[in-house]
């Protein structure tokens, strides 16, 4: 097989300024669009063009290692691996090698980059050996693990953290941005040579993604030694490394690369256990939950503590609202910012759905609907806005005999990693969560969503449903709502429309906020106050009420006899 090919596979820019066919980076045509009809989605035979344009992956679908050792195939990703291990000197020139080229390849992803001094984009992997003297096992590695065309956001955000730039960069979720970002990382942590102390820092905004960003960075860089043969040190902080950090049994000096979560990382930074002082890279994933009211001064005290002049920061999100920017204003060196699709849309693989539900119960009705009529197609996460409410569904469901589980915060970490991992491997067809894993979190198949409880903002509605339609995949999101959400559900309008589907007219008057909606929503204030999903069968509801009302009965026939005797 001709590595070449492969590797090259990516971005096909022809010199007469028309896209090639092998990128596939179709023509946009905004005229084709979704259709959305009062509470119902309709998918418009045409509007594959539409989806195309935006395809990160080329609509290819991505076989695992597994699925093809399941079907007795020989893996053609190992061969291409060993092939780039043993790649020569002679390269043929970058893909993308002018201005030209880049105006070309962007535009056939929507890409908006804006910043001074502006390197190229890449447009295969391959351009990272012409370029940058990338290290070839990385990239071997990189084609073990099926990457072998880059998606836009890696086209983009690669080169600039090889240049050392600071970077902000928007891409939809499941696009591809963890690679994005781990990959200059692991070649700079590289090029630093064994020199010891800490030189990568990600942070991440909860122990899911943490622990999933880590397992992504020992996969890229398996094998790689540096020199004297020390391999490279990753590590997650985890309770017990801190442990061991605060008291002394492992030392600082060894991690090249830590993953953490933001007050994991300070408590050990507090206690003088790790120094971040020499740190060269900083990364905040899900960079605009980092920096909300939650989460700013954790991030704030983790910036101060990074005090290497040369320190180069970047932020990763599906997301940038105005109060990123300022930040990125404040504490970035002349930043780039790289903007994929529409800040503010949905991936493009996901067909969106509204469903009306009229109350609380209705939604019941609607979940058991969806089961009777095949609509509910493991695997299935469903997101409730509150623990109360995802365990009294969990209950509901369980009693419904679903293979489900619930994940919220109250769960053990342990109980928490057992889910997820049976959720990836298929024993679990039905997760049941909040928000808590609405951000980040990578599970390849799954085919729907459900939102039981509108999300609080668009932004969360945009995380929550790129659980789906993720790597190339296509997925479905089904939001329902209640004559109680008619604030809350103007945000996830505006999304659907921003990604593409059409929206009924009365829809879109009614998606229309006033200044003080918004601020109303922004302040919460939309969250109506739901009624309990209940957790008790129809029988035991009726002996209860039955019960109730001989109590009630009883009471008042006192009251009348004391009434009579007074
Ligand atoms: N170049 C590539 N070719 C094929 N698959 C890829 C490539 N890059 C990433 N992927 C796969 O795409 C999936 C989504 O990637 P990733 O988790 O990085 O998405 P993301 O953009 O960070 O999403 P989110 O915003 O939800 O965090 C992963 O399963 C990843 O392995």
């Known amino acids: ?63 695992s290692k597994t699925e093809n050792a399941q079907a007795g195939k020989h893996d053609p990703a190992e061969d291409i691996a060993a092939e780039v291990s043993t790649l020569g000197d002679e390269m043929p020139p970058p893909k993308i090698s002018s201005a030209h080229d880049a105006v070309l390849l962007r535009k056939s992803y929507k890409g908006n980059v804006t910043g001074q001094d502006l390197p190229l984009p890449i447009g295969s992997f391959e351009d990272l050996i012409t370029r940058f003297q990338f290290d070839k096992r990385l990239l071997s590695n990189l084609i073990e693990s099926h990457f072998t065309e880059p998606t836009p956001i890696q086209c983009e955000a690669i080169p600039l953290a090889l240049e050392g730039r600071d970077v902000l960069a928007c891409a939809p979720t499941g696009s591809g941005k963890t690679v994005a970002f781990i990959l200059p990382l692991l070649q700079q942590i590289i090029s630093l040579g ?20 880590f397992v992504e960075c020992s996969k890229l860089s398996h094998k790689i030694y540096l ?29 090249d690369l830590i993953i953490s979560t933001p007050l994991r990382l300070i408590d050990v930074v507090k206690n003088e256990a790790l120094d971040l002082s020499d740190v060269k890279h900083l990364i905040f994933d899900e960079a605009d939950k980092l920096f909300d009211s939650t989460f700013v001064e954790q991030a704030d005290s983790i910036l101060a503590s990074c005090q290497d002049s040369q320190l ?71 997101f409730l806005e509150s623990i109360t409410r995802a365990k009294a569904l969990f209950h509901e469901l369980l009693y419904d005999n679903l293979n489900v589980d619930v994940i919220h915060a109250e769960r053990t970490q342990v109980q928490r990693n057992t889910i997820i991992e049976r959720f990836r491997t298929g024993e679990l067809w039905c997760l ?28 969360a509605y945009v995380h929550r449903i790129g659980r789906t339609g993720r790597g190339g995949r296509e997925g479905k999101a089904v939001t329902f709502y209640t004559k109680q959400d008619d604030m809350a559900i103007k945000p996830i309008i505006n999304v659907m429309r921003q990604s593409g589907f059409e929206i009924a007219e009365w829809m879109e008057k009614f998606a229309k906020m006033t200044k003080r909606e918004k601020e109303a929503l922004k302040k919460g204030k939309s969250r109506p106050e739901r009624k309990q999903i ?33």
Not at 434 to 445: E, I
């Open 432 to 459: 049941i969560c909040t928000d808590v894993l609405a951000r980040g979190v990578d599970f390849k198949g799954v085919n729907l969503v459900i939102n039981y409880d509108v999300p609080r903002s668009a932004q």
């Open 194 to 213: 064994d020199k010891e102390g800490l030189k990568g820092l990600i942070i991440s905004p909860t122990k899911e993604l943490a622990n999933q960003i």
């Open 312 to 382: 180069r920061k970047s932020m990763f999100s599906a997301t940038v609202p105005s109060s990123l920017e300022e930040v990125v204003n404040s504490i970035m060196l002349d930043p780039v910012r790289i903007i994929i699709g529409h800040k503010e849309a949905a991936n493009v693989n996901i067909e969106q759905k509204l469903v009306y539900c009229g109350n609380e119960e209705g939604k019941l009705v609607a979940i058991r609907q969806m089961i009777q009529e095949g609509g509910f197609k493991p695997p299935v996460i469903i």
């Open 1 to 63: 097989m001709d590595i070449f090919q492969v590797l090259t596979r990516g971005a096909n820019v022809k010199k007469n300024g028309k896209l090639g066919a092998s990128g596939d980076f179709s023509k946009s045509n905004g005229s084709q669009r979704k259709q959305i009809q009062a509470g119902s989605t309709r998918k418009e035979d045409d509007n594959k063009q539409l989806t195309k344009e935006l395809d990160f992956f080329r609509n290819k679908k991505v076989v």
């Open 227 to 255: 020199a004297r043969k020390r391999p490279l040190n990753i590590a997650l902080l985890s309770k017990s490394l801190s442990a061991k950090l605060r008291n002394k049994v492992i030392s600082d000096k060894k991690y």
């Open 534 to 566: 209940s957790t008790v069968p129809n029988v035991v509801k009726k002996k209860r009420r039955q019960r109730e009302q001989m109590v009630e009965a009883s009471k008042k026939r006192k009251e009348q006899d004391d009434e009579e005797r007074s």
